[in-house]
């Protein structure tokens, strides 16, 4: 086997003589081989489609409430019934859920409806369902810690039929499992070797060198955001609390406003850079009643849909990017 | 963290009433949500597309040789010249590589043409095409293995847009890279593991176990074709030699041929099933110039784009069936 070459470390100029060049994240040990040339071939964004269903059919808009299952949580009007209207926010249990509550394989998986609101388009969401929405995010999580038959609680939201949503009126989901999700435990295990061998937390790292390269989009006094160092699609930004924790629900309620406000400022920013175009966002936080990690940081992965995986990324997990992050970087800059 | 909830043993029949289901391949270790409720939502393949290009303006078809960068191998018609017509299979380096043979980040994007004329449907390739674009993997192979800056050769083909194909002429692909492919480090990983912990070849287990189980499509007297246990997509198929054996490209050629023939059923088979479906094939093999390894098996894995990969899928690596493997082999046993 051949040992891997050193990849550029994080933090280094881009080197437009150097493409293509291959680049091995340093959290998860993915690579990405940045090639602009082949952007020779247009990127061509996935479009989040225009809704197609009318306000009036829609299971997530008020009027509607009998549509879904009973709610689990909600931020309601004072006086107002349980799956009625009169609420900024419900979560409800997934009329179609992979996981199930009751079944052999026990799960959970629910969606929040961000805002009463039929908006589709998540770069028009009001701050207020950004902010209730990643609030609701860590209620869920707390409520699925006292259930001990699960492990692990995975928060994302899928925006636009290519990345896989079926409804376009804006909401997220959770999906709570007994066991660890694979990429998350990956993230687990090599970061944990890598206090071990440094004694440092290898998330701080990143944002200590980030915070002034290239990759840098926007911050606030406690969270950054950033391109990718090896992105798995173009564009990709990760946001990160400044401050180390490993659980998000541990996250104070002003603390959860500020991360509202730079995902919705990179949310627009690639709105304006890229069009409407579909994405996933996903969290990733320490198993469901973790001690405090001193390894493990939280963060948001946000993931347009600006290309289309095939054989070299299914199969051997290997993301071409035509976008150079720091590129990327700087478009965004310009929007947020 | 939740220690592992004990999944089914790959064999086991399936249990209808124990739906969803969590299962963990034995070989990489990915979790599968098998939950055919979801099923309610329309299982959608994504279609192979027709051809948008007329055979005059295909960069494959005979007579376009100079579309495509010079070749590097060809099957041709006694006296014939190289870059013209009279061949059977060419190929080239990719015209838009990811990887470029002078880089500073060295490596190889090459184009197999597995066929002169202008098929687009990978179900009704001649039987010859696939034996010969196979021999082409193992002579291209071959020949990266004596670059010895090159440590690994992925080979994999791509069938319509959905799949990340940009040209509709039958095609295949390798990328060569310095290093290991992510995905394949972990099967080297987990599989040397398995046979330091029972002094067997997982694949070679699996080959044992699922040859007489209801995951079994089809088989020859050297080569068989199951569903995968925990698949990432509905109908995904693993063609496996039934002899252990870590290097393809040392794979005789009678061999090749009979995995040839098996490949060709399977396509033809989820054709026959889900239309002309988007798909990705990967050929899983040791790392360039290695021994031959005790716990490595080299296989195939057919991906048809049956979903559309979401969060819970990228942000987690849990994918969600609809359709239980054991349904699937059903239905292609049918057809093969």
């Known amino acids: 086997m051949t040992p891997d070459p050193a990849p550029p470390a994080p933090g280094d100029a881009p080197r ?176 944990e070797e890598h206090h071990a061998r440094t004694g440092r937390c290898v998330f701080c790292e990143l944002i200590a060198t980030e915070a002034s390269g290239p990759r840098r989009i926007c911050e606030t006094a406690g969270v950054l955001a950033v391109t990718a160092f090896a992105p798995r699609f173009a564009y990709e930004v990760w946001v990160l609390p400044k401050a180390h924790a490993a659980r998000f629900e541990t996250t104070a309620d002003a603390d959860v406003g500020e991360l509202a406000g730079v995902v919705r400022r990179v949310v627009q920013a690639q709105d304006a850079v890229l069009g409407p175009v579909a994405f996933n966002w996903v969290l990733h936080t320490a198993p469901l009643r973790s001690a405090e990690l001193p390894h493990y940081h939280w963060h948001l992965e946000i993931l347009p849909r600006t290309a289309t995986p095939a054989g070299l990324e299914w199969g051997g997990g290997c993301f071409v990017t035509t976008v150079a992050p720091e590129e990327a970087a700087g478009q965004l800059r310009g929007h947020v």
Chains 1, 2 share one sequence.
């Open 16 to 191: 437009a003589s150097a493409f293509p060049e291959y680049r091995r994240d340093p959290v998860t040990g993915r690579w990405a081989v940045v090639a602009p040339a082949r952007a020779l071939r247009p990127l061509v964004p996935h479009p989040a489609p225009a809704d197609p269903e009318p306000p009036a059919d829609c299971p997530f808009c008020p009027g509607n409430e009998h549509d879904t299952p009973g709610e689990l949580f909600a931020d309601r009007d004072p006086g107002t019934r349980a799956n009625g209207p009169g609420w900024r926010l419900r979560v409800v249990p997934n009329r179609y859920p992979a996981v199930e509550p009751d079944a052999p394989a026990v799960g959970r998986h629910e969606v929040v409806i961000a805002c009463p609101e039929h908006v589709t388009r998540a770069a028009e969401l009001p701050r207020g369902a950004y902010r209730g929405l990643f609030r609701a995010y860590r209620e869920r999580i707390r409520a699925h810690a006292a259930d001990p038959r699960l492990g692990y609680t995975l928060a994302f939201k899928n925006v636009g039929a290519a990345a896989g949503a079926s409804l376009a009126h804006a909401h997220a989901q959770l999906v709570a499992t007994p066991f660890v999700p694979p990429v998350v435990a990956e993230e687990l295990t090599r970061s």
